[in-house]
């Protein structure tokens, strides 16, 4: 089938996100061979903890994740940076911008304390402050990711394992902008060599995973 693109806010159909996951990572992700589904952790270094009242749950991350190699990081000639819990507050807040139009934001809305405000907020202005804060997403440090649920559900972190809510660096989405569908950078064990949407997608090994 013919891929739409590689970037996570779009990953609503089966291929696309397929090939978006040999690049993307998230927080969690499902054990690859055991029924039926289990999770297991991926970017996080272990499962969440969850507060007694079930709609708080607290991630510690792995730390020395790198992003791979990409131009987008020009402070540093290119070289990929370190993955932090500010990464994955942009990358979630992201699904949330209004102008982006995910088709995955209903994995987060009407779920986040102060998430759809947010949203709202960045509607009526026309433009996105990212720098300002939601209470239901928080990074509590350079390595813990807490967010709170408006009510308890059992299929939230299930949500957390789709490749909407990958975790991708700011300065790639801001250089490349919609283009970002053509220039995926992440986290994961291949980096995009060639690419050819009607045709073909050519995958090299990360050196840096």
């Known amino acids: 089938s013919k891929i739409k693109g590689l970037d996570p806010a779009y990953a609503n159909d089966l291929y696309s996100g397929t090939e978006m996951s040999r690049v993307y990572e998230g927080l969690l992700q499902y054990h690859y061979l055991k029924r039926p589904y289990v999770l297991v952790p991926n970017l996080a270094e272990t499962m969440p903890t969850v507060s007694a ?12 994740v790198l992003f791979q190699d990409d131009p987008c990081f020009k402070e540093s000639g290119g070289k990929g940076r370190e993955m932090t819990a500010e990464d994955v507050i942009y990358s979630w807040k992201r699904l949330a911008d209004p102008k982006i139009v995910s088709t995955g934001w209903w994995i987060f809305d009407g779920k986040v304390v102060g ?6 907020a960045a509607a009526a202005s026309g433009t996105a402050d990212y720098a300002k804060p939601v209470e239901g997403l928080k990074a509590v440090d350079r390595y813990t990711v807490q967010i709170t649920l408006i009510k308890r ?3 939230f972190l299930y949500n957390l394992a789709q490749q909407f809510a990958s975790v991708l660096p700011r300065e790639a989405a801001e250089m490349y902008g919609k283009e970002l569908i053509n220039h995926p950078v992440g986290t994961g064990p291949f980096k995009l060599a060639e690419y050819n949407p009607n045709s073909k997608l050519v995958w090299v090994k990360n050196p840096t995973y």
């Open 115 to 120: 998430l759809n405000e947010w949203h709202d």
């Open 53 to 64: 009242d079930g709609r708080t749950y607290t991630f510690k991350l792995k730390k020395g």
């Open 153 to 155: 559900s059992a299929q």
